[in-house]
């Protein structure tokens, strides 16, 4: 037992330092480019100038499913302060980046897929959600990876529109 710790320790050492980063609050978001379930584009770089709430989840993610109607909620209550909310649906079933939207009738303003999962690592998305609040110069105000109670989001979003 006492060798618990020190077996964690070492099998955290083979993980790689990529896989581990995330965003830091203060520091610039990192650039993305990924496709809408229709094949638009989405980038980082298409919302310059906005708050910006990224969400990484997936439909299988039971913390996700409890947090969109809240998420919904939110964006049509921050919206016209220019708060632009991006749902990156992270390493799911083809279609189901669209069965979420409609299930939830459209927490998301806009919806990307990361089916490779790369956007994700560059996120720290080792799990599913990942919230990530980003102010109009583009920076990180608040990185949190798991679930986030309607309170902690709005909490976010009022500091990401500062």
Not at 4 to 33: D, N, S
Not at 134 to 142: E, L, P, Q
Request: glycine fraction near 8%.
């Amino acid at each position: 037992m006492r060798f618990l710790p020190i077996a964690a320790a070492a099998a955290l050492a083979f993980i790689p330092l990529t896989a581990l980063a995330v965003p830091q609050k203060g520091q610039p978001a990192p650039a993305f480019a990924l496709k809408s379930p229709d094949g638009k584009p989405v980038t980082l770089a298409s919302v310059k100038g906005k708050p910006v709430y990224l969400n990484f989840y997936a439909s299988w993610c039971g913390p996700c499913n409890a947090e969109a109607p809240s998420i919904k909620r939110l964006r049509a209550k921050y919206a016209p302060r220019g708060l632009q909310v991006l749902g990156i649906d992270e390493l799911d079933a083809p279609g189901q980046a669209v069965a979420f939207q409609k299930k939830y009738d459209n927490p998301y303003g806009v919806v990307a897929v990361d089916e490779s999962g790369e956007v994700g690592k560059t996120y720290g998305a080792i799990a599913m959600p990942v919230h990530v609040f980003i102010n109009r110069r583009g920076v990180v105000r608040t990185y949190r990876l798991g679930e986030m109670n309607p309170v902690e989001i709005e909490t976010a979003i009022k500091d990401a529109l500062k």
